[in-house]
């Protein structure tokens, strides 16, 4: 198998192709093909990396890892190549208008700023529209994957949830609430770990409704 994607589109079964549409229900979308992971390219750059930091890449242990490490961005940053809006295409009659919250959905991300992890849970809840549509529950986490496999911040992360579920489902209100550990601040700088960042994303009805948004934040935030 090649390393390098290609300037074209790769084949259905090109390793990236998978990840992707693993992030999708196993459907690919289109997405611009600039956007594709150029793993040779990603492993020239971890080389020089090793080098600069005075390692001997060319040692036993070293000799794979810039091709592991362009193989493993290529997962890490799977989200680039998915079209968000294909996640939530199945949705389901069920004439449901109360709120619906799922918690502690495992989130792990690379900050944009230092490519270090941050890692916590996501809860996400939402309120249907008129039309009583439901999602998969499964889907919420699809979405947090599709937008978390990019380089992030954890604000945008937040919103990015929020405003497609917003688009796409009509609900009358979402809420979506993360709370991350920045390995950025605990390996490195000013080195505070257990610091928690909590961001949160508020729309529609429970934006407006103080007293909508105080039952999703009880049913969201509990010891
Ligand atoms: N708002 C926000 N900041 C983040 C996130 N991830 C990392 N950061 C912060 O991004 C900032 C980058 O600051 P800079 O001063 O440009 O970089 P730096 O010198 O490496 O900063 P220090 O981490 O303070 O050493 C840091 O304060 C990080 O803590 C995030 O998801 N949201
Ligand atoms: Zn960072």
Do not use: W
């Amino acid at each position: 198998m090649p390393l390098v994607a290609s300037s074209t589109e790769p084949d259905g079964d090109d390793v990236l192709d998978y990840l992707a549409a693993r992030l999708v229900n196993g459907k690919l979308s289109g997405r611009p093909v600039e956007q594709t992971v150029d793993l040779d390219r990603i492993a020239r750059a971890v080389r020089e990396i090793l080098i600069a930091v005075g390692e001997d890449p060319d040692r036993d242990g070293l000799v794979q890892t810039p091709a592991r490490v362009a193989r493993a961005y290529a997962e890490l940053f799977a989200g680039l190549r998915v079209d968000p809006t294909q996640v939530l295409t199945t949705t389901f009659e069920a004439n449901h208008e109360e709120l619906v919250v799922v918690r502690d959905i495992d989130v792990m991300s690379l900050c944009e700023h230092h490519l270090l992890p941050f890692r916590g849970v996501a809860h996400i809840g939402y309120i249907p529209g008129p039309n009583g549509r439901i999602t998969g529950l499964s889907k919420l986490a699809r979405l947090v994957e599709v937008y978390a496999r990019r380089p992030q911040v954890q604000e945008r992360l937040t919103a990015q949830i929020a405003d497609l579920l917003m688009a796409q489902l009509d609900p009358r209100g979402v809420i979506v609430v993360l709370e991350c550990e920045h390995m950025c601040m605990a390996m490195r700088g000013i080195q505070k770990t257990g610091a928690k960042t909590i961001t949160s994303a508020v729309r529609g009805l429970l934006q407006r409704d103080a007293k909508s948004r105080a039952e999703a934040m009880s049913l969201i935030i509990h010891s």
